[in-house]
């Protein structure tokens, strides 16, 4: 059972199946933890368990097929699976159910057969949108196929998520931006966004060893995500998911990466950290003498002061010396200049 990042999610993971090559970066057993794909049976009893412990909250929850390439899997296995979910959200006592696969495994025939099985969302790993991204991490399908797959499913009727990646092998910075306008342009209802980890066992893996890639910098990471969240917000796209969720098993898997138990959360404090740095370059020099006052609402106070008050640090090692106070009228996100 995952919380889900919106709202109570009953997943399963159905690890590599079904994948026509291995990307790159792919290790699906240690992301989801599980070594053995769902039974049938399985699904049914964990959907049950799941509707006893959260009672009328299930209708608003999803059954969720993660992992590898739902779509692409064996079809008499795929179809045995949604078999074993579809009842559920026929009866109301589920809202629906989503998945995800790869851009080139959603053809029109597979939609046809999703729509009569309960299916709502789709998520589609697109990664990137630069084909030579896509090339050089063994994706095996072009930006073109996420875009055409994408308009398939919106007139199919089905929501569509949408993820992508950064830090991969030839992946810069510049890229990653480019793919969020492209990704966006297609009007998804979520993204997500999944930093590159170098797992053991993958290709990445290999050139990272023998010098060939290394990931970026986590300093790096977090302050490209926190463009990419300020980019989506704007966008009205809601970032459901961002980084991998902390396990043990990724832990011990792990190489290097965009890794961080608390990810997210270095985003969010590096958001407004550039929204620090933006108000005091406006109003102060560097090397100001007197201290700054800079208010924000309470429920943003952990965020702008960052972890462990770094924020507050790196302001300081630019020239600012900064007072953070709470303020219930300052709008949540915001940040206000306050002269004493
Ligand atoms: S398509 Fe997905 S599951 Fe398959 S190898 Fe690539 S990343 Fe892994």
């Keep these: 059972m995952s919380r889900g990042d919106r709202h109570a999610n009953v997943a399963f993971f159905v690890p590599h199946l079904g994948c026509p090559n291995q990307c790159s970066f792919c290790n699906q057993r240690t992301i989801s933890g599980q070594q053995h794909p769902p039974s049938p049976e399985e699904v049914r009893w964990i959907c049950r368990e799941a509707?006893?412990?959260l009672g009328e909250r299930a209708a608003q929850a999803e059954i969720a097929f993660f992992g590898g390439s739902f779509t692409a899997i064996e079809r008499g296995y795929m179809v045995s699976l949604l078999e074993a979910a579809a009842p559920l959200v026929g009866e109301g006592r589920f809202s629906?159910?989503?998945?995800?696969?790869?851009?080139?495994?959603?053809?029109?025939?597979?939609?046809?057969?999703l729509g009569n099985y309960g299916v709502t969302v789709i998520e589609l790993g697109a990664q990137?949108?630069?084909?030579?991204?896509?090339?050089r991490n063994l994706r095996g399908h072009t930006a073109s196929q996420v875009e055409d797959a994408s308009e398939r499913i919106h007139?199919?009727?089905f929501s569509l998520g949408l993820q992508m990646m950064t830090g991969l092998d030839g992946q810069s910075s510049e890229s990653c931006l480019d793919t969020a306008a492209r990704l966006a342009e297609?009007?998804?209802?979520?993204?997500?966004?999944?930093?590159?980890v170098v797992l053991k066992g993958t290709l990445l893996a290999e050139r990272y060893l023998n010098g060939a890639y290394a990931p970026p910098p986590l300093e790096e990471t977090v302050s490209l995500g926190a463009r990419l969240l300020d980019f989506?917000?704007?966008?009205e796209i809601p970032v459901i998911r961002f980084g991998l969720h902390a396990s043990r098993e990724v832990e011990g898997q792990?190489?290097?990466?965009g890794y961080h138990p608390a990810l997210r959360e270095l985003c969010e404090a590096r958001r407004f950290l550039f929204r620090e740095q933006a108000v005091l370059e406006k109003h102060f020099p560097k090397g100001w003498a007197e201290p700054v006052?800079?208010?924000?609402?309470?429920?943003?106070?952990?965020?702008?002061?960052g972890q462990k008050r770094k924020n507050l640090q790196l302001l300081e090692q630019e020239g600012w010396r900064v007072f953070m106070v709470q303020d219930e009228n300052v709008g949540v996100g915001r940040i206000q200049l306050k002269h004493s």
Excluded: Q, W
């Design 51 to 53: 509707l006893d412990r």
């Design 96 to 113: 629906g159910i989503r998945l995800s696969t790869r851009p080139d495994a959603v053809g029109e025939e597979v939609l046809e057969l």
């Design 128 to 135: 990137s949108m630069d084909d030579r991204v896509l090339r």
């Design 155 to 157: 007139r199919h009727g």
């Design 186 to 196: 297609l009007e998804p209802e979520c993204v997500r966004i999944y930093p590159t």
């Design 232 to 235: 989506f917000e704007e966008k």
């Design 254 to 257: 792990m190489l290097a990466g």
């Design 293 to 305: 006052r800079l208010a924000v609402n309470p429920r943003d106070i952990s965020k702008a002061l």
